[in-house]
């Protein structure tokens, strides 16, 4: 057994070390696409769950990136851009990382067209994914912690001006 071959066992792998694995890859590359094109909702969130944000805060953070009667705004589209960037690059960067192994050309093409698929159909589900996600936990949790905050304010507004007032 070489050194090279004794290097790659002990690693736990089977002598393909170099090539990058074609799921898995695309896997990645798609949950980041995705998770970028959200990040306008998907943010807040998280935020809002963790207890970092209230939800006053969150919604405004969300509508930053939305007309105001709810379509997509500039913000929106330069996420969604940059989601598009994330999954282009994610196949370029496999394809230079797939060049640096010897393996079958038609392989690697097959290889190649494999991964834009799956980044493409896997980045829209994960994009959908969070999409309906978050908007359920902003229907679900966010709202209702707005509306009793803004609540909380008018109460104490009112209290402040019945002491100034007397």
């Given at each position: 057994m070489s050194d090279s071959e004794s290097a790659t066992k002990s690693a736990g792998t089977t002598g393909r070390s170099d090539q990058p694995r074609v799921m898995r890859w695309a896997f990645k590359v798609a949950a980041a696409t995705g998770l970028t094109g959200m990040l306008c909702c998907v943010a807040p969130a998280v935020l809002f769950a963790f207890g970092l944000m209230g939800g006053i805060y969150a919604i405004s953070f969300a509508?930053?990136?939305?007309?105001?009667?709810?379509?997509?705004?500039?913000?929106?589209?330069?996420?969604?851009?940059?989601?598009?960037?994330?999954?282009?690059f994610g196949i370029l960067f496999f394809r230079y990382k797939q060049n640096q192994c010897s393996i079958d050309p038609r392989r690697k093409k097959l290889n190649l067209v494999l991964v834009t698929f799956l980044v493409a159909v896997l980045g829209v589900g994960f994009y959908i994914t969070?999409?309906?996600?978050?908007?359920?936990?902003?229907?679900?949790?966010?709202?209702?912690?707005?509306?009793?905050?803004?609540?909380?304010?008018?109460?104490?507004?009112?209290?402040?001006?019945?002491?100034?007032?007397?």
């Open positions: 509508n930053f990136f939305y007309e105001e009667d709810g379509a997509a705004g500039t913000g929106a589209w330069i996420l969604r851009g940059a989601a598009v960037a994330i999954g282009l969070f999409e309906k996600a978050s908007g359920w936990y902003f229907d679900e949790y966010i709202v209702p912690a707005q509306q009793a905050e803004y609540e909380a304010r008018e109460s104490s507004h009112d209290a402040t001006e019945l002491n100034t007032t007397e």
